[in-house]
C-alpha cells in the first residue's frame, strides 16, 4: 500500500514562502501524475497544483504565479514552493496521485497571518 509523507508547514506571515516536500513509497512514482491538495476548515478539499510524469504542470487560478510544483523521481518526492502567501492559503495541505489513490498522509499545516 502507497504512503504518503508531507512535511514543510509552518507558521509564516503574509508575504513569505514555504517550501512543502512529500516522499512518496512506491516504485512506479515516476509513471504517476502527482498532485498537492489542500484543505481549509469548513471546506472541501481542493487541487491546487499538479504535475505530470513528464514535468507539464498546472495550477489553481488561487495559486497561479505564486505557487510552483516540482518533482524528483529519484527522490520519490514531489515539491511545493510557496511564495507570497496570503491568509487564504491557510489550510492542510496534502499531496496524492491525480486522480488520489484512496490512502492519504497525514498532511502538513499551512498558516499564514501577522
Known amino acids: 500500500q502507497v504512503q504518503l509523507a508531507e512535511s514543510g508547514g509552518g507558521l509564516v506571515q503574509p508575504g513569505g514562502s514555504l517550501r512543502l516536500s512529500c516522499v512518496v513509497s512506491s516504485s512506479f512514482f515516476s509513471g504517476y501524475t502527482m498532485g498537492w491538495y489542500r484543505q481549509a476548515p469548513g471546506k472541501q478539499r481542493e487541487l491546487v497544483a499538479f504535475?505530470?510524469?513528464?514535468?507539464?504542470?498546472n495550477y489553481a487560478d488561487s495559486v497561479k504565479g505564486r505557487f510552483t510544483i516540482s518533482r524528483d523521481n529519484a527522490k520519490n518526492t514531489v515539491y511545493l514552493q510557496m511564495n507570497n502567501l496570503k491568509p487564504e492559503d491557510t489550510a492542510v495541505y496534502y499531496c496524492?496521485?491525480?486522480?488520489?489513490?484512496?490512502?492519504w498522509g497525514q498532511g502538513t499545516q499551512v498558516t499564514v497571518s501577522s
Open positions: 504535475i505530470l510524469s513528464g514535468g507539464n504542470t
Open positions: 496524492n496521485r491525480a486522480p488520489t489513490w484512496n490512502t
